[in-house]
């Protein structure tokens, strides 16, 4: 069977300028990276047009270790409803390194339903992520130097400084350090750590921004630490967001390119939804609803994270209006729920699908408080019997849920036709259907229960002492008012990964408190969750390789 790079490489690509002139872009409105690769600038986008289009969102059921292909279908479903005679483009986020060389693989899509150029999407891409990087430590850079050369002279605590670091690998070692070490030439020695790029406020910034000048005050926004006496420093007291915006100056454009089948996407911004937000630019959304009808995205892991915050967040502070919502379910998933065992979910087992679908209908259930009629699709893998779609299939019905078996990966939109006619019904009949789930002028402890009662199942939320104090922290400096971005282990709809199913009689317990003030929102950390992620026992690292002409192997 053909791997994905495989497929993508026996791939026509079509030169980036007719892929733009789809979407009517002239070739003097693109920054060409090669042939196959441009960034749209941000004049193109028409702020006028955006609600009129529609605009698809697709999450899935809780993620397991088989997958479930939530990117695939977003990807598949876009081509279908192009074949549909429907213009769409799909809009989702740019690949990090940390999952490429880790567990997860790329995150370009897969079989037939991908965007290409695979391994330049995947590695490196455009250098946004890198630009993102370096604007981070830039700032890391001034606050230490600000502590060694200007004498201190805005009297910031080291011992609060909560501005860490970030690098775009998983590296579990990096996540707390001394630095400043070699004497008194080398900085002031203090405790400190590194996220992972997807997690740095820089990107959640990106990701919120409207354009350049209002990503340089969200850079300026941002908390660094406090002083002595507890007044709160930010990054435009150390005059960083004129260099750090410097940085983003392509970076902030989102990235064209294009399908197996020729048709438009767009690829920005890359934050995990476990540990931040979760979804693709704001900028990339409303380009694309600019420049087609119809525009798909999919936001990270399950309903309860990527989609909450999508929906909550993005969409309060971009004024976005969804149409409808996709939920990606897969058999092996469902088994996994259900009991089985990862080794045996190749294996015929209708009775664990059906012990597994209590979690689909929470996530089914979490996308209706949103006012959205959810649409399922069942993302078919060889392997799966009839008997066990048909279980979904008809439970969905008994739910009253449109439900349509999905095989892009097999087929590209061809195997999308169902999923798009479905999704296009959905869609025409609401327009201004969506409810976000709580007002940003609650209380955060308000705000945190309603997302864990309604979304996660739990009974209530248990708070830490260092939790209590951060969260009258955030009220006495006036932030309290932000919405909240939960940051919550992605493989359980409680806080505990090791809850399968659709859990019961649980806690949120929340920890601390990280703040991206600057972005736009506060960051409960909910159990053992870490915003450095490790590499496996055996990482994708150590079979991806290339040969002397270029050739890139293991790359999925």
Known sequence: MKTDLDIARAATMHPITEVAAKLGIGEPDLYQYGKYMAKL??????NKAVNKKKLVLVTAITPTPAGEGKTT???????????????????????????????KGGAAGGGHAQVIPMED???????????????????????????QSKNNTLNLDPRKIIWKRVLDMNERALRHIVLGLGGPKQGIPRETGFDITAASEVMAALCLAKD???????????????????????????????????????AIMPNLVQTLEGNPAIVHGGPFANIA???????????????????????????ELGAEKFLNIKAQYGGLSPNASVVVATIRALKYHGG????????????????GLPNMEKHIENVQHFNLKPVVAINKFPTDTDKEVEVVKKRCEELGVRVAVYEGWAKGGEGAMELAELVHDAAESCTTCFEPLYDFNWDIEKKLHTIATKLYGADHVEYTVKAKTQMAQFQKIGLDKLPVCVAKTQKSLSDDQYKLGRPKGFAVKIREFEIAAGAGFIIPIAGTIMRMP????????????????????GLF
């Open 73 to 103: 279908t977003s990807i598949g479903l876009s081509e279908g409803l192009n074949r549909m005679g429907v213009k769409s483009t799909v809009v989702i986020r740019e690949p990090s390194l940390g999952p490429v060389f880790g567990i």
């Open 41 to 46: 600038p941000l004049h193109l986008i028409d």
């Open 121 to 147: 999407i995947n590695l490196h891409f455009t250098g946004d992520m890198g630009a993102i990087e370096k604007a981070h430590n830039l700032l890391s850079a001034l606050i230490d130097n600000h502590l």
């Open 340 to 355: 089985a065992k990862l080794a045996n979910l190749k294996e015929p087992d209708v009775q664990a699908v059906i012990n």
């Open 212 to 250: 350049l000048e209002d990503l340089k005050e969200k850079f300026g926004n941002i908390l660094v630490g406090f002083t002595y006496d507890d007044k709160p420093v930010y990054a435009r007291d150390f005059k960083a967001q004129g260099a750090m915006a410097a940085l983003m100056k392509y």
């Open 534 to 553: 490790g590499l496996p026992s055996q990482p994708s690292a150590e079979k991806i390789d290339i040969d002397n002409d270029g050739n890139i192997s």
């Open 277 to 303: 937000q979760g979804t693709n630019t704001l900028i990339a959304t409303k380009m694309g609803l600019s420049l087609s009808d119809y525009v798909v995205t999919e936001a990270g892991f399950a309903s």
